[in-house]
């Protein structure tokens, strides 16, 4: 793989529009949960705040101070997460981290499919942080603690 | 007696593996016998730390580029060994310190001043090194209500487990800070024993493993131990790093010791935040090539095998044991029943000074001294110290033999 | 520009003397901006390492045989050769720690705890590393009653002097603790002037020389410096061992802060006495074979001249400034007069974390993220971090002109 | 140098005599100043005992718990500073320290060429300190302190 490859690899296209997606940020005015997730190291930090339908989320969105990654991350969570439990929700971020780390990624269902974005950050050790960041966060949300950290 | 004592163990390849040990010191070869108070280093610990300087150096955690976290990488695999290496439960229980020294004082401070109370007592052992007493004495001494007791030693050299069941019988010690093994007696303690009790008086316990660890296989889970410490430079590997293995819920529960980079979450001008364990621990740039070394000697002890070890130096000890009483005018100190390759005594009419200068003449290297164990040499009234002769995996029976032969030279020679 | 800057200064030959630098990185040759987290090794540091591993190691200070005086011999003249780096008067004002975190702890509690007095201040500043900032907040949360300032920094990112005069003004101040050099901003601070400022108030001061001492010749009694500290692994030396420079008269009446072996006169099961200054602060077996790897790296620069040190990085710094503003959309943080090599800086619609993974991929080592520098961060409203280029005596102009193609393409890249 | 060698000179007949000789030894029943030596990391301990003469000394002895050479160190001393002052005294200790560590020992007065009997030490460089131990104890004495230390 040619290094200039592997760059644009993990800048796809796909994470890039992610990164930008203007669908999933911001403060909603309302919300039942939130929670900060904070990098000390290299100062990321992902704000995430959902509503709740009941036991299962309704909505989420994020306000993310962070790299590339970090906000698609953010913004695919946001995508991702409406209709799950909070269970469902905390298994679909171990299985994002999984993903990021290990680079396996061809599960079949369609939102793990998603998650195969990730897959390529496994070589670059350094930014799985930058993808669970946002899933630290939406847990710490979701069992009402009000901030986390990826260190 | 053949210097191959088992099979599995080819002390003679051994050796060859520590290019120290060939070395001749006054032109007579090397017979190091001071493993207790630093071992030699393997070649594979000297490589691992030359290769890390040489094709993966960086400082660690904050760095993401190739460099950086290739050596984060080997740091916190580093850590995976050492967590193996103890049977503890999880990485994140294995702080890196600088050496056992700073791994107790971090304990002493930390849950110490941060978690036990006033009113509570730490209690310790007559036989303890100075690094697990002095930090007790400091925090007793520090006038916030903690006290300090002291477990008595039997004339055997053992620890008295009748009296340390009458210092707990109170309930108010919140902590036992033992020895795993005496550097001065060779005694090896009841751990899980001790743990036992110490846990049915409410109290967490705290194991020195400085000499245990280099010895035998310890399994912090089996024993139960709440804190267990050691030091890489008694393990062949470099000096510089100590570990500090505490339980999850313990650590998560103290306060910080040190502050600086890379132990804190978040920092205002007002107010600071700290990361969860072990990075609130490990303030500043760590031991980076130290744990490197460490995690070779990890390796190197591993892969000959803890049982294996601790076979060859039960071997020695009893060789030690037959050979050593009959040297004339020398009186040992203690006879635990469970000790391993540590054999202090004095010698009658040779200073332990003298006698060490003669045995360095003839390329034997013991210490003389009171070992960092004051009070220990108090309580058996040998004031003016000991010589100390320790073995390491590297140690042959022939070793001791020419020791043997040696001191009644010695004896001659000051007569 | 050719790479030799000075005749005196032979950066290619120099270059070779450090095996990780002939290295390639994703294919490409390795471009190591990072030296201000941590330097490579020039193998006379690795070679002495090894040879103390190979040949002379034991532990030091209690041993009467050959290997333990050779290593105790290294060891102290480890402390001769840093004493006469900083220009110290006696080599017992030396007190090895296990990095500058450490060495400023220890003053923050052995100092901080152990002579300051309630209703007294300490002043630090904004521009501090966090190894420099957050143990003062633990001593000023200790609620023993001592209290923490901090200096202003300004715009160009250097001292405040009014507002330091101001805040030493009512002699409440009792330790001023300040950066030598910002490891952000590469301003280097005028530390004699500092120090006469303190003095004048009745105050001592500390310098924290982590970058400091790497870059220039510094000379604690021209200074007047009354502690000063670095670590050795950001001056080409291995982890494990940083420098405590304190005067002697403070030293001596200083309490010890880590208790164990080495550091006592005398241990009874009551009571215990301390050893005078350096031995009393240096608890436990010490970073040994560190030391060696110190004394090497100082060897090697002081071969060099940290003279010529200086001009080959003051002319680096100068080309810097030349060349990186000329990127479009980069902006960097600080402009101060007296700087050292290290430039922190924003690239315009590019994450430092993005950008850093951006470089490495072109062979290019810089760091990004906030330095641990936090609060600097802050002041300069640049809270989510920013991308970092340091210099070692090593670096070239090649390598900088290589980082600004490589910052022109990357914003392209990000577009 | 043989080895044997080595160790005959360093515990030659001079210095085992001294070590051994009574005449300096015990705790006097009167004296005018004391103070005690401690090495901490070999135990040795060395009680010097002076009574004084106007600003001369008039007398010492000691009680040492230490190794030959640390013990006919004390009793050199013993047998050279009475009729010093403390600041010849303290010159002494100094020379022998010298001594000691350098080897140095061709001085031609005869209080000088007993030291000699040292210069030996400083083929072993951790040995030094047993010689200079006595001598500090005796600083410390003169000067009123109660305990020094070699460390
Ligand atoms: C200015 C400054 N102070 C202190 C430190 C801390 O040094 P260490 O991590 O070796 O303790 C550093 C480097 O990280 C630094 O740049
Ligand atoms: C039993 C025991 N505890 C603690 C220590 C202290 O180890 P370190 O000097 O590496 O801190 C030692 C060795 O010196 C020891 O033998």
Known sequence: ?151 | MDTIISPLFDVTRIRQDFPILSTKVHGKPLTFLDSGASAQKPRAVIEAMTRSMETAYANVHRGAYHLSEAATESYEAARIATQRFLGATEPEEIVFTSNSTAAINFVAHSYGRGVLQPGQFVLTSEMEHHANMVPWQMLRDANIGIGLRYVRVTERGELDLEDLAAKLADGKVGLVALTHMSNVLGTVTPAAQIARMAHEAGAKVLFDGSQAAVHRHVDVTAIDADFYVFTAHKLYGPTGIGVLYGKRKLLDAMPPFLGGGDMIESVTLERTTYAAAPARFEAGTPPIIEAVGLHAAIDYVTNIGMGAIEAHERALVDHAMAVLPGVEGLTLLGGAQDRGGVFAFALDGVHPHDLSTFLDRHGIAVRAGRHCAEPLHTRFGVEGGTTRASFGLYTTPEEIDLLAAKLTEARRFFA
């Open chain 1, 1 to 151: 793989m040619s290094e200039t490859g592997d760059i644009a690899d993990l800048y796809s296209m796909t994470l890039r529009d992610l990164a930008r997606d203007p669908a999933h940020k911001g403060r909603p005015e309302a919300f039942d949960a939130t929670a900060r997730g904070d990098n000390p190291m290299c100062g990321d930090r992902v704000d995430i705040y959902v509503t709740l339908d009941g036991d299962r989320i309704r909505e989420a969105r994020h306000v993310a101070r962070g790299c590339e990654i970090c906000q698609a991350s953010a913004s695919l969570l946001a995508e991702l997460v409406p209709g799950r439990t909070q269970a469902e929700a905390h298994a679909l971020g171990q299985r994002a981290g999984e993903i990021a780390k290990s680079g396996a990624g061809n599960d079949t269902t369609d939102e793990l499919h998603r998650l195969s974005i990730f897959a390529v950050v496994h070589k670059f050790p350094s930014r799985v942080k930058c993808v669970t960041l946002a899933w630290n966060a939406l847990d710490a949300a979701l069992s009402g603690v009000k901030e986390t950290s990826s260190e």
